[in-house]
C-alpha cells in the first residue's frame, strides 16, 4: 500500500483499503464494537487524515469533493470506520478554511506532519445537543486556558490526539457567544460517564466523557463559532456523513441486484418477483447521488459569493441534505430487505443487511432530524420574498 496521491487517484487508494482492510475486518468491529485501529492505520498510511490539508504544508491538497469521493467508496466496506475518517476530516476543514493564525497554522502542519487523529467535543451534556449553544467556558489564565465539559459523546475520544472543543468565549459570554479550542492529547484528561452499545456505528466507539483541558490560548479559533459552523462546519459535515451514506446505499444495492441476478439464473425466461424492486432501489440510490452532486454545488458557489452563502435557501438547504439523505438511505435498505428476504435478515449470509440497516438508523439520529426541521422552519418564517 503506497501513499495516495493526485496521479494514483484517492478513490482507488479508498478501493484498495477497503477491499483489503475494512472489508475484512467490519464484521468484527461491528459485533465486538471495538475501535478499527486497522483502518485507521491505513488512512494514516494513504495519507487519509492529511487529505485537505495543502501540499505545501504536508497534506495530499484534496478537493471536498474528492474526499467525498472516498468516503462513498469507504461507507460500502465499514461505516464505522467511514464515520471515523469523517469526523475527523470536518476538523481538519476547519483548521485549513480558519485556522489563518501561526499558531494554528503550525498545529495543522504537525496534524499532516505526525498524521494526528482529531476528534470533536461540540454536543454538551447540559444543553442537550443543541450545538451552538455552551454552558462551560475557555478560562484564561495568563497565556493558557483551561476548560471543564461534560460531553454527552465523543466519537474515539480514547483514541484521537486532539479533541476540538466548544465553549463560551469567557466565563461572561453569553451561551451562543462560543469559540472552537483545540485540546491537545497531553494537556488534557478524559473521564469516562457513559459505555457505548449502540445498535449501529459501533465502531466509533463513542462514550460520554467530563473532558479537562488545557493549552495555550493561541489554540482558540479567533473565528466566532456561529461564522466558523455555518461556514465551514455544517455543510462541511452534511456532504461527508451524506457521502458515506451513499456508500451505505451503493452496498444494498449492489448486493440486492447479485441476489436477484442469481435468482434469475436459477429461472431462466422469467423475471423473479423481487426483481421489479430493483428499479425502484436504483431510483433511491440516484436521488441520493444527486442531493449530494447538488449540495457539493452550493458549497461552491457559497465559498465564490459569500451573499449566497450567508442567505437563509442556502442554509436551510444544507440543513435540508443531512434529513433527506438519511431517510433516502433507510428507504433503499428497506427496499433491499424485500429483495433478499431472508437472505438478507441472515446475519451470515452473502447478502446480509443487518449490520448496514443499524448503521442507517443511525444516520437519522446524529443531530436528531427532528432538531434540524425545527431550524429549518424557524429561518422559514423570516425569509422573505418569493
Known sequence: MTTAGRDTGLRDAAREIGEGVLGPNADDVDATGRFPTESV????QVGFLRALISVEEGGLGATLDELSDVLIELGRWCASSAMILALHSIQVACLVRHGETEALAAFRRRVAAQNLLLASAAAEAEVRGDVRSSVCAVRADGESFTLHKLVPVISYGSYADAVFATARRTPDSAPSDQVLVICEKDEFALTQTSDWDALGF???CSPGFVLDARGPLNHVFPTPFGDLSSET????????????????????????????????????????????????????????????????????????????????????????LKVAASGLLQ???????????????????????????????GAQLMINNDRINVNNAELLLVQRGR
Open 41 to 44: 492505520d491505513a488512512f494514516r
Open 331 to 361: 428507504e433503499i435498505v428497506q427496499k433491499a430487505f424485500l429483495i433478499c428476504g431472508m437472505a438478507g435478515y441472515a446475519n451470515h449470509s452473502p447478502f446480509s443487511l443487518g449490520r448496514i440497516l443499524r448503521d442507517a438508523v
Open 202 to 204: 459501533r465502531g466509533t
Open 233 to 320: 462546519m455544517l455543510p462541511v459535515t452534511h456532504i461527508l456523513w451524506a457521502s458515506l451514506w451513499l456508500g451505505m446505499a451503493k452496498e444494498a444495492d449492489a448486493r440486492s441486484r447479485r441476489f436477484a441476478q442469481q435468482a434469475a439464473r436459477r429461472s431462466p425466461g422469467s423475471l423473479p418477483p423481487s426483481a421489479l424492486r430493483l428499479s425502484e432501489m436504483a431510483l433511491g440510490v440516484q436521488q441520493l447521488d444527486d442531493l449530494l452532486l447538488g449540495a457539493r454545488a452550493r458549497l461552491a458557489t457559497a465559498d465564490a459569493d459569500p451573499d449566497y452563502g450567508a442567505s437563509i435557501a442556502y442554509a436551510t438547504s444544507m440543513n435540508s
